[in-house]
């Protein structure tokens, strides 16, 4: 099976720091992937290479069988790509912001998006809000308005960085069941899914990459995860933080748990 991305030795350093080192990776259609590690790890400066904004130092990414620096236009016409902390014209409404989207990946025929993007919306509550400027938007509204941006593109490729933020329980549920409905179509989208939480990846994700100093870690499915990991670790939390510094953790909660008896 052809992955949808793949990632060959990709590295980025930023003048003496090596931020991603020799990352390599691959995503098949269908597939909801995990990937985390803590903050300053490289998740965000990997992503953005794959989103096209950011150029490796070197290796390779490719998507859909072509390589993004030899065919910019053609693979980002083929990703989502939700940001962690995206960008809106706020002086649009919700309505212009999702035909200005569209019209970006479909030119002057955005009908077919345009239903995609009502149903969305319909499912979010947002219908009501989609002609007022976005400017009166809340942070949820607007995390919102971007996932149903994103989701009515139908693109192969998803890349996903910290799609939570924001969202209400009831809102953060219908985007974990949008993932999983989307995973599971015939076409066999894929999602690249970067969190924090242990709870959300451990639900939706099929294979998980830990990477840790630009470094992956281990590569794998919970269970594969969980069968390699030391002295028992059960859940994907404790393997996260045997692999990302338990000592230093555990150092920290014996230290605080001496204040509280204090």
């Known amino acids: 099976m052809t992955p949808l991305?793949?990632?060959?030795?990709?590295s980025k350093?930023?003048?003496?720091?090596?931020?991603?080192?020799?990352?390599?990776?691959?995503?098949?259609?269908?597939?909801?992937?995990?990937?985390?590690?803590?903050?300053?790890?490289?998740?965000?400066?990997t992503i953005k290479m794959i989103a096209g904004l950011l150029l490796p130092t070197s290796g390779e990414v490719e998507i859909c069988g072509r390589n993004l620096h030899n065919s910019p236009a053609w693979c980002k016409s083929r990703t989502g790509y939700i940001p962690d902390r995206p960008f809106i014209y706020e002086k649009l409404t919700g309505r212009e912001y999702l035909e200005f989207i569209a019209s970006l990946y479909a030119g002057g025929d955005i009908a077919e998006y345009r239903r995609e993007a009502e149903h969305r919306l319909e499912l979010f509550d947002l219908t009501r809000w989609l002609d007022h400027l976005i400017e009166g938007y809340s942070h949820g509204m607007r995390q919102k308005l971007i996932?149903?941006?994103?989701?009515?593109?139908?693109?192969?490729?998803?890349?996903?960085?910290?799609?939570?933020?924001g969202l209400d329980p009831k809102?953060?549920?219908?985007?974990?069941?949008?993932f999983k409905a989307r995973s599971r179509r015939n076409e066999g989208g894929s999602i690249f899914l970067s969190t924090h939480s242990m709870e959300i990846a451990?639900?939706?994700?099929?294979?998980?990459?830990i990477i840790v100093e630009g470094n992956i870690a281990a590569v794998g499915t919970v269970e594969e995860l969980r069968q390699s990991a030391r002295n028992g670790a059960v859940n994907l939390e404790d393997i996260f933080f045997q692999l990302t510094g338990a000592r230093e953790l555990q150092a920290i909660i014996d230290a605080l748990r001496k204040e509280g008896d204090a």
């Open 5 to 10: 991305l793949k990632l060959n030795r990709l």
């Open 13 to 45: 350093k930023f003048s003496d720091f090596t931020a991603v080192n020799s990352v390599s990776l691959e995503v098949y259609p269908g597939e909801i992937f995990g990937f985390l590690g803590p903050n300053g790890a490289g998740k965000t400066t």
């Open 171 to 178: 809102s953060a549920r219908i985007v974990k069941e949008m």
């Open 202 to 209: 451990e639900e939706l994700c099929d294979r998980i990459a």
């Open 147 to 165: 996932m149903a941006s994103i989701f009515m593109l139908q693109t192969p490729l998803m890349v996903v960085d910290e799609p939570m933020v």
